[in-house]
């Protein structure tokens, strides 16, 4: 059974900073793709950042470039998201995924969620 498992998530003020994290379980991590996505009120759901955990290849979306970095533990099958420079846009739920990932829809697996709220 594959668990995706965030967590991270919280306030904070413009300008911080949060690390999210996913844990997975019951899935080969490393032959994948991983992402993050994000959904907020009254919006589509966003992808925000992937990575091929086979390769450690990275891909973010034009709205978090420079400021977001996914980085992965393959010995904790975890991933994270280094979020730097926070503005209030950027609140809403942040959910992990698994997947192919050849494309931004092509993840089969999702986690609960993680909330960040971001105060101006």
């Known amino acids: 059974q594959v668990q995706l498992v965030e967590s991270g998530g919280g306030s904070v003020q413009a300008g911080g900073s949060l690390r999210l994290s996913c844990a997975a379980s019951g899935y080969t991590f490393l032959r994948s793709a991983m992402g993050w996505f994000r959904r907020s009120p009254g919006m589509q759901r966003e992808g925000v950042a992937l990575?091929?955990?086979?390769?450690?290849?990275?891909l973010y979306a034009d709205s978090v470039k420079g400021r977001f970095t996914i980085s992965q533990d393959n010995a904790k099958n975890t991933v994270y998201l280094q979020m730097n420079s926070l503005k209030p846009e950027d609140t809403a739920m942040y959910y992990c995924?698994?997947?192919?990932?050849?494309?931004?829809?092509?993840?089969?697996?999702w986690g609960q969620g993680t909330r960040v709220t971001v105060s101006s």
């Open positions: 990575i091929y955990t086979g390769t450690g290849s990275t």
């Open positions: 995924a698994a997947g192919r990932g050849r494309t931004w829809s092509d993840f089969e697996y």
